[in-house]
C-alpha cells in the first residue's frame, strides 16, 4: 500500500481512545463496534477521543460520535486536538455544545 | 476413480453438512481496509474479547502472517483473486486458530475486495456460532435489520460478482474445469447462472431446467446434499440430460446445495471434472457451495433492498413543487447507483402565502432513512400552516421526531420567502449555508441549531432575516455537491460560490440550465447523493406581484 494513505485505526487508550485516517460510511462500523467495547475515561469521568489524526469525517462518523456521546453524560465526551476541519464540520452542524474540545489542534 | 457415493453416504453428509458448518464469514472492504478487516475477523471469531491490553490484530497475528493479507489483496486487485491462503492468529498461551481465506476483487470495483474464511482444521476454540455481517445484522429484531444490513452493504456485492467468483473459485479451490449455479425461480425451474468461460453453445441450451429430481441438480437442491457421481453413473441415474456431459469430456459431475449462514437452501452449484483420477471431498464441495450460497444471499439481499428503497424514495420526493409568489424554483435530485439516499427537499405555500424552501439530508441510506425523511416533509407540511417562524418550525419537528422515536438524524435548511415585504427568514439544524448571488455570492451565515433527532438538543439560535432589494439567486444544497475529503469545508463551500457566481451569468441564466450546470460542475470526490434547489426571486415591485 502506497503510504499517502493514512489506514483507519481506532486504538484504545488509558482515557479513551486514539483515531486515525478517514471515518466515513465504511469505517464508521468498526468504529462504533471499538466504542461499545470496554471504556477507559479520565479521573473525572469523561471520555477522550483524539481525533489528532482524522482526516475526514463523513455524517455516518458524526453519528458515531454522537451515539457515544448519548452514552455518557451530558458533555462526557472529549474531542482532543481536532483539526480545523473537525471542528468547522461541528460548527456547521450546531453540535459545537455537544462535544467538550481539548486542546484544539492549531493550524 | 472415486466410489460411487451410497444414498446412505450421502444422507450422513448432508445432515452432518446441515448440522455443522465450519462457514465463519465473508467480509467485503475497500483495499486499505485490510486492517479494519482483520477487527472484524477477529470479532466473527469470537476473539475480541480475549483480554489484552488494547485487544488489535496485530498484537494476536504472529509475525510470519503480518503481510499476508496485505499480499492477498495485492493479487486479487491484480489478479482478481488472491488463492486460498492460511493464516493464524494467537489465542492464550501460545494456542493459535487458523483460518482459511480467499480474498477476490469484486466486478464493480477492482478496488472492493471479498474475502471468505473459515475455520481451518481443529481449533483450540469453542467457536459458538459462525457470525459475519449478515448474521449479526440479520439476528437483531430490529425490524429493519434487512435495510440496515443492504444500507452497508449496497453497491458492495452483485449477483454478477458472484457468478466472477465462482469462476475463479471452481479452478483453484475444487480443480473443476466446469462450474455453475442455479437459483429457484417462482415457476418450478431452476435459473441457471453460468460463469464466463462456459461454452456459450452449452449456456444457451441449459439456461432453464424443471425444478424436480430429473436432474443432479434438481437432486441435490430439493435433497439438500451434495453428490459426484462418474460419468456412467450420471446417464444411468438421468437419462433424459443426454450425452452434453460426455461430449464435453467430463469425467465427473457433482452438485452440492447452497446453504445461507442461517442454513436455508438458496440454489445448487453443478460442477464438471475431466480428471480421471479425481479425489472428490464432498466436504469441500458443500463449503464451496455454502460459500456461493452465503454471496448470493447477500447479492439478493442487496438489490431487492435497493430496488425498494429507490422505488420507495420516488414515492416520497414531491412531484410537484408549489408556485413561489415573486420567483421560480427548481430542483435537482442525483441520486448515487441507484442506492437510496436520504436528500430531500420541498416547496410549500404557508397559510400567509408566504414561500417555505426546504432541503435537508437525513444521515443514513435505505429504507430508515427515506421513512425519517417522509416524517420530516410531512411534519414540515404541517407545520407551516400555522406558524411563521422558521426557527420555531425547526424545533417542533425536532419534538414530533423525538416522540416518534426515530433514531435518524436529519439536517435541515428552511429559507422562508414572504414576498409582501421582500424578505428571506432563514433557519438551519445543522445544514450547510445557503448561498445568495446578485452579480456576487456571498454564504450566507446563519444562527446554528444541532441536527434534527439530536436527544436533547434545544432550538434556540433563533433566524437570520435578510431583506432583498435586488434580483438574487439563491441556492440551497446537500452536501454531495461540494463533499471533498482532505480539503477544507469552507474552501469547498466557497467554491461552489463561485461556480454559482459564474454560472449565474448576472442572472440571466434559465434555472434549470444553471442547476445542470452546477451538478456538472461538482468536484466532489465523494460518492453520496447531490440535491439542490436553485430559486430566482424578485423584489417587490420587481416584478408583476398580486397584492
Not at chain 1, 36 to 55: A, F, I, L, Q, Y
Amino acid at each position: 500500500m502506497p503510504d499517502s494513505i493514512k489506514p483507519f485505526q481506532v486504538i484504545a487508550t488509558g482515557d479513551g481512545w486514539k483515531v486515525t485516517g478517514d471515518i466515513d460510511i465504511s469505517s464508521s462500523g468498526a468504529l462504533s463496534e471499538a466504542f461499545s467495547g470496554d471504556r477507559r475515561t479520565t479521573e473525572d469521568g469523561r471520555v477522550v477521543v483524539d481525533v489528532e489524526e482524522v482526516t475526514f469525517i463523513d455524517s455516518s462518523g458524526l453519528q458515531v460520535l454522537i451515539d457515544l456521546s448519548s452514552q455518557v453524560a451530558p458533555g462526557g465526551v472529549t474531542l482532543r486536538s481536532a483539526p480545523r476541519n473537525v471542528r468547522r464540520l461541528l460548527e456547521l452542524t450546531g453540535l459545537s455544545t455537544t462535544f467538550r474540545l481539548e486542546n484544539p489542534a492549531a493550524d | 476413480m472415486i466410489k460411487p457415493p451410497t444414498p446412505r453416504a450421502l444422507i450422513l453428509a448432508a445432515v452432518s453438512g446441515f448440522q455443522y458448518s465450519d462457514m465463519t464469514g465473508v467480509l467485503i472492504g475497500e483495499e486499505h481496509l485490510v486492517y479494519g478487516a482483520n477487527d472484524r475477523a477477529l470479532h466473527m471469531l469470537h476473539l475480541n474479547e480475549i483480554p489484552a491490553e488494547g485487544v488489535s490484530w496485530v498484537a494476536l497475528t504472529p509475525p510470519e502472517y503480518q503481510g499476508s493479507d496485505d499480499r492477498a489483496i495485492v493479487d486479487a486487485i491484480k489478479y482478481g483473486v488472491s488463492g486460498w491462503f492460511r493464516k493464524e492468529f494467537l489465542v492464550g498461551a501460545g494456542d493459535r486458530i487458523a483460518i482459511d481465506l480467499v480474498a477476490i476483487a469484486t466486478a464493480s470495483d477492482p478496488f472492493r475486495w471479498i474475502a471468505f474464511m473459515r475455520l481451518a482444521g481443529s481449533s483450540p476454540l469453542q467457536v459458538q456460532h459462525a457470525s459475519s455481517f449478515s448474521s449479526s445484522e440479520r439476528s437483531s429484531s430490529h425490524d429493519d435489520a434487512t435495510f440496515r444490513l443492504a444500507r452497508r452493504l449496497a453497491g458492495a456485492v452483485t449477483l454478477r460478482d458472484v457468478v466472477v467468483a465462482v469462476d475463479r473459485l471452481a479452478a483453484g479451490s475444487l480443480g473443476c474445469e466446469y462450474v455453475n449455479f442455479a437459483l429457484a425461480s417462482e415457476n418450478q425451474t431452476l435459473r441457471i447462472h453460468h460463469v464466463p468461460s462456459a461454452n456459450p453453445l452449452i449456456a444457451e441450451r441449459w439456461d432453464e431446467i424443471p425444478l424436480d429430481r430429473s436432474t443432479l441438480l434438481g437432486e441435490c437442491l430439493l435433497n439438500d446434499i451434495a453428490a459426484v457421481l462418474t460419468i456412467d453413473e450420471f446417464e444411468e441415474r438421468y437419462p433424459a440430460l443426454g450425452s452434453d456431459g460426455r461430449a464435453m469430456g467430463f469425467s465427473h459431475l457433482g452438485a452440492a446445495a447452497m446453504h445461507t449462514e442461517d442454513g436455508r437452501v438458496v440454489g445448487v452449484v453443478g460442477l464438471g471434472w475431466r480428471d480421471e483420477q479425481l479425489n472428490a471431498d464432498l466436504d469441500r464441495i458443500r463449503g464451496v457451495g455454502d460459500l456461493i450460497g452465503n454471496a448470493t444471499d447477500l447479492a439478493l439481499n442487496t438489490d431487492l433492498a435497493r430496488s425498494m428503497a429507490s422505488a420507495f424514495q420516488e414515492m416520497l420526493l414531491p412531484t410537484k413543487l408549489d408556485p413561489v409568489v415573486g420567483g421560480d424554483v427548481h430542483v435537482r435530485y442525483q441520486a448515487v447507483d441507484r442506492a437510496v439516499g436520504g436528500d430531500f427537499y420541498d416547496v410549500v405555500t404557508g397559510a400567509d402565502s408566504s414561500s417555505w424552501l426546504v432541503i435537508g439530508d437525513v444521515v443514513g441510506h435505505g429504507l430508515a432513512a427515506s421513512r425519517t425523511m417522509a416524517k420530516v416533509r410531512f411534519f414540515l407540511r404541517s407545520c407551516v400552516r400555522s406558524h411563521i417562524d422558521p426557527s420555531e418550525v425547526l424545533a417542533l419537528v425536532h419534538e414530533l421526531l423525538e416522540a416518534e422515536g426515530l433514531q435518524e438524524l436529519v439536517t435541515c435548511l428552511i429559507a422562508r420567502w414572504d414576498p409582501k415585504v421582500s424578505e428571506l427568514t432563514f433557519a438551519t439544524a445543522g445544514h450547510l449555508p445557503p448561498i445568495v448571488c446578485s452579480d456576487i455570492s456571498t454564504v450566507l451565515e446563519i444562527p446554528v441549531n444541532p441536527l434534527l433527532g439530536l436527544p436533547g438538543a434545544r432550538f434556540d439560535a433563533g433566524n437570520l432575516v435578510v431583506a432583498i432589494s435586488r434580483p438574487v439567486r439563491l441556492l440551497l444544497y446537500t452536501d454531495g455537491l461540494i463533499e471533498r475529503r482532505h480539503e477544507a469545508i469552507d474552501t469547498s463551500i466557497q467554491a461552489l460560490a463561485t461556480q454559482l457566481e459564474h454560472h449565474d451569468r448576472g442572472g440571466s441564466r434559465p434555472l434549470e440550465e444553471l442547476a445542470d450546470a452546477l451538478i456538472d460542475g461538482a468536484t466532489s470526490t465523494v460518492d453520496d447523493d447531490m440535491a439542490l434547489l436553485v430559486v430566482s426571486l424578485l423584489p417587490f415591485g420587481g416584478s408583476l406581484m398580486p397584492d
